[in-house]
């Protein structure tokens, strides 16, 4: 018997999430199918090997890679498998805390429509039309926002004129690229091809000058699905990104990609620690930190391009996104509570609610330092390597880098100090429900086990990144 | 084997203390049992360090963290000859602390004692690290905790923006200290955040506890933790021929110690206290000689616990303080006779700004002597002697400390940053600042020196809060103009600012990379 592997990840899920739609109604049956159907592809992903013979029973089995569909291809080899285990279990994991705390009816049909819209612009040969792909996700991230604010504002605006836009440059770059064969240095075209696509990525990447959306948008949407759609968003693209240089060696050999995520991460990292240090507003602040986050995963790649080894290196971007995940969760959660019981998070409204919600905002706590990678956090491992690398290599960067964790820091702890503090009010007690304790409490023990002993989990993900990394 | 057991068990009985008397407190036992509990988990501690002296040095991997291509470095601990002093003094003082708690019956201090035990043991983990990378994660666990404490305390907002202020200030140290792993120089940040000279003085003393027992373990672990490395350092002669240093500490050292000459009472005092016999113990590593940073964390933790544990002024604190007055004499032949090898017989500015220093920190202590005696500690019979005993064994360890067990084996190295000769100079400073306090007792006694007092512009110009003020007014200002950075970007007009904002940073980056 033979499947296809691109049918499987790509075909079933964007039919699975099309059928949940007319059962939004009915909010647990869909966060129940939507959790239990990411669950399970995440353990396919990590049992069914591409392109090899199986043998289930009496059953032969043999996954095919490659998918043609409109003169495009989509291939999915054995390689790629561990950015669909993360996917998914991502997707699981954020959809078992829907069972806690309130988000919009389309959270998960949408959430899996743009989570496989994006492991196909991954997919797709040739790579540039990945930035179409991207594009709908972007549409589907738009009506989620848009349908649970009922309105379309500023912010959403922003992010989507700047998503549309990438789109053609990187489109014309791709076209651009696909047409050099030859040393593109030596021909004119090069520094078009140059222009093309590094403005096409800060657009799509939420580079600088194009990262104002961030906070703008976490102010007003629910921070759940925010951080959800940005988490997987910004991976996704880094990504694709990732996937576009190992495609075209030139380029990431060349001095302009260095320069660009250097400085890129430079800026991010820099803007987004200052914006979370003056915060007002605890959305904006994780609009701020993603910011940095952002910026944090540029000179990963950066330094990645640089080093001696560039593919062991750039493996453990891998590692990089696991504790960013659960932390953004975490952060999300803790705020949605914050919300539910004062409607809003401008911080001086926060003041004891700490006290009500122990549980959270321990959550909140752990999150944050885990979120600047405060030695002891699962964050650390990771930031010491960034933090080191560029020290050797170019020490304003580390310094800029360390402000940008010291900023989110600071932010952070306003929020916290605010949080704790004594209020009347506060004498009401934990008003956790059972299961939010046991969410929150699970999350935060993994991340600060994960903390205390990172080599539990970092050489595991770590020989993911490699694995995909390492691939053809 | 046994040895290791030795080692962490050192560092998990006071944390599995902690949580048996966070348990205690939440099943609300008897406040006897939970005193009980901190004391037997410190007790045990104490016998573990103890029985660690037999089998320095002793080296444990706690994990292997991997790559290793990546990771080089991997957490673990060092017991030797310099760390176990520390190690000792700190878990002698932790013991001091809870005898001394024994007088009081108040429920809310059991608190206090678990977070006491809690940072005596991260501080042992700090002290015991075997690596630089080990010892920023015992700083950090130290740094949280203190935050933890803070935070967990009603407070003003102005004290709160303080708290987390110095809790960032010395994350960011830390951050930048892995630069360090390296080099040294990166650290300099990191140990003087942890003296708390930023922002200089929390003034957190309306709470009785953070008053004497856990306010002094508080004050006392973060920089008692930076003097195993400082010693090394000083083994090293890293800071050789940094005279600039020496002048520096010198200045932070003098300002210390008048504000402590100042301070209306010992705990006012503290924190100048901390930083005053900090900077010394920095300057014996800048001198290179490590000895001497140990007898200086010796006289912070010890000397300090003389002062800072002792409730009231009766005959027996008189006794105890007096011993440490004289034990910061640095005398001939007296535990702490290494004091004084900061002197040398060539006298330069450093040298004689630390004699000032040095006069200044024990006429504040004789000061505090002579103060007139306002009641005798009140409890049970048991729990007046427990708090004697506290003194007992603080004064055994100094003598301990002072004259045997690490010395032999630090003087047996030969390595020439433990001389075995000594300068005149050390046989008469000592001597000199003896007659210095008899002429001042007996001036004081005779009415004729005029109660020594600052006027407050000096006051305030030398408590740096000026550039604290400084600070607070640049971080206003610039939060202003973000603001205002904030509103374009993300106005109506911001798409247009942002392609103005592109065009501006494209230039930069051509003019960054020479293209014009």
């Known amino acids: 018997m033979t499947m296809n592997a691109p049918q499987i990840w790509i075909l079933i899920p964007m039919v699975f999430s ?12 869909v966060a129940l199918l939507g959790s239990g159907f990411a669950l399970s592809f995440a353990v396919v992903a990590w049992l069914l090997p591409i392109g090899k013979l199986l043998t289930i ?44 705390t309130r988000v919009h009816p389309l959270f998960v049909p949408l959430g899996m429509g743009i989570g496989v819209a994006l492991t196909a612009s991954v997919l797709i040969q040739p790579n540039f039309y990945g930035a179409i792909l991207i594009l709908i996700a972007a549409m589907m ?70 990262q104002s959306w961030l906070p703008a948008v976490a102010e007003r949407v629910n921070l759940y699905s925010f951080s959800f759609v940005t988490f997987i968003t910004s991976f996704f693209t880094l990504l694709y990104a990732l996937t576009l240089l190992k495609q075209t060696p030139w380029l990431s050999s060349s001095g302009w990609i260095v320069i660009f995520f250097s400085f890129q991460g430079f800026l991010l990292t820099l803007f987004g620690g200052l914006g979370a240090v003056y915060h007002r507003h605890l959305g904006r602040w ?50 949605n509570l914050y919300i539910e019981r004062k409607g809003s998070l401008q911080i001086q409204e926060l003041a004891g609610l700490g006290r009500q919600f122990p549980f959270a905002t321990i959550a909140f706590f752990v999150s944050v330092l885990t979120l600047v990678g ?53 004498r009401e007690g934990s008003l956790e429900s059972r299961s939010q304790i046991i969410l929150l409490t699970i999350s935060t023990v993994a991340l600060l086990l994960a903390g205390v002993f990172p080599q539990w989990f970092l050489p595991y993900l770590y020989r993911l990144g490699l694995t995909f990394m390492q691939s053809e | 084997m046994i040895p290791s057991i030795f080692l962490i068990g050192a560092i998990l009985t006071p944390l599995f203390s902690f949580a048996s008397l966070i348990f205690l407190q939440v099943r609300k036992v008897r406040l006897g049992f939970l005193w009980s509990s901190a004391f037997v988990g410190l007790a045990l501690t104490w016998l573990f360090v103890l029985g660690l002296r037999f089998f320095l040095p002793h080296f444990v991997p706690l994990a292997n963290w991997q ?51 809690l940072l005596v043991g991260l501080g042992l983990f700090a002290i015991f690290a075997g690596n630089q990378l080990t010892l920023l994660l015992a700083w950090a666990a130290i740094d949280l905790v203190e935050l933890a404490i803070w935070l967990s305390r009603p407070a003003q907002p102005t004290l709160r923006e303080r708290v987390i202020l110095a809790f960032s200030s010395r994350a960011f140290a830390v951050m930048l200290s892995l630069w360090g792993l390296g080099n040294p120089w990166a650290y300099l940040f990191a140990i003087i955040l942890r003296w708390g000279v930023f922002p200089f003085h929390l003034p957190y003393l309306e709470s009785e506890d953070l008053r004497r027992g856990l306010g002094t373990i508080i004050r006392l672990v973060p920089p008692l933790t930076t003097m195993p490395y400082l010693a090394r350092l000083a083994e090293l002669a890293y800071f050789s021929n940094q005279g600039w240093m020496a002048v520096l500490l010198g200045f932070i050292a003098l300002f210390a110690l008048i504000l402590w000459m100042n301070s209306t ?66 005398l001939p032949y007296t535990p702490f006779w290494n004091l004084v090898r900061l002197y040398r017989d060539q006298i330069s500015p450093s040298i004689i700004l630390f004699f000032f220093a040095q006069a200044l920190a024990i006429l504040g202590t004789i000061r505090l002597i002579l103060e007139k005696p306002r009641r005798e500690v009140v409890g049970e019979p048991w729990s007046i002697a427990l708090y004697r005993l506290a003194f007992l064994g603080l004064i055994g360890t100094s003598i301990m400390l002072g004259y045997s067990g690490w010395g032999k084996n630090l003087e047996a190295v030969s390595n020439p940053a433990y001389p075995d000769t000594r300068y005149w100079v050390e046989y008469v400073i000592g001597l000199s600042f003896l007659l210095l306090c008899l002429v001042t007792v007996v001036l004081i006694r005779l009415r004729l020196v005029p109660r020594f007092r600052l006027p407050s512009r000096l006051v305030r110009f030398f408590s740096m809060e000026w550039i604290y003020r400084v600070f607070q007014l640049g971080f206003r200002q610039i939060g202003s103009l973000f603001y205002r950075f904030e509103d374009i970007l993300e106005g109506r007009g911001g798409v247009l600012w942002t392609i103005v904002l592109l065009f501006v940073l494209a230039r930069f980056l051509l003019f960054l990379i020479g293209g014009g």
């Open chain 1, 18 to 29: 099309l059928g949940l739609l007319p059962l939004i109604r009915w909010r647990k049956l």
């Open chain 1, 57 to 100: 029973g009496i059953f032969d089995v043999e996954v095919q890679p490659s998918w043609s569909l409109f003169g495009r291809s989509f291939i999915l080899e054995n390689a790629d498998r561990p950015f669909l285990i993360i996917l998914y279990l991502g997707l699981g994991f954020w959809y078992i805390g829907t069972f806690s």
């Open chain 1, 141 to 210: 991230t738009v009506v989620l926002f848009t349908a649970e604010e009922q309105e379309v504002f500023l912010g959403v605006k922003r992010f989507w004129v700047f998503q549309s836009l990438a789109m053609p440059f990187l489109l014309l770059a791709g076209w651009m690229i696909s047409g050099t064969e030859a040393n593109p240095e030596a021909i004119p075209g090069a520094t078009l091809i140059y222009i093309l696509l590094l403005l096409g990525l800060s657009l799509l990447l939420g580079g600088a000058p194009f």
């Open chain 1, 286 to 335: 994780v609009g701020y930190a993603l910011i940095k986050e952002i910026g944090l995963s540029f000179l990963l790649i950066g330094l990645g391009l640089i080093s001696s080894n560039p593919n062991a290196f750039l493996g453990f971007f891998f590692v990089h996104v696991f504790p960013r995940g659960i932390v953004l969760a975490l952060l999300a959660f803790a705020c």
């Open chain 1, 374 to 426: 405060f030695p002891l956090t699962a964050a650390f491992p990771i930031h010491l390597l960034i933090w080191q690398g560029w020290f050797v290599q170019f020490p304003p960067i580390a310094f800029a880098a360390i402000f940008g964790s010291v900023g989110v820091l600071i932010g952070g702890l306003r929020a916290m100090a605010v949080l704790v503090r004594s209020v009347d009010e506060a």
């Open chain 2, 67 to 117: 790559p290793e291509d990546f990771f080089p470095i991997s957490p673990e601990l060092l017991a030797d000859d310099i760390s176990w002093v520390v190690g000792f003094a700190l878990v002698s003082v932790g013991v001091a602390v809870i005898l001394t708690e024994a007088t009081t019956s108040e429920g809310s201090r059991a608190f206090g004692w678990a977070c006491s035990v």
């Open chain 2, 265 to 330: 009472d010992v705990l006012e005092g503290r924190p100048f206290w901390v930083i005053g016999t900090a900077s010394f113990a920095f300057n014996a590593a800048v001198q290179g000689q490590p000895q001497t940073v140990l007898i200086y964390s010796l006289i912070l933790a010890i000397s300090g616990s003389f002062l800072f544990l002792t409730r009231e002024r009766d005959r027996f604190s008189f006794a105890v303080m007096g011993y440490s007055a004289f034990l910061l004499l640095g």
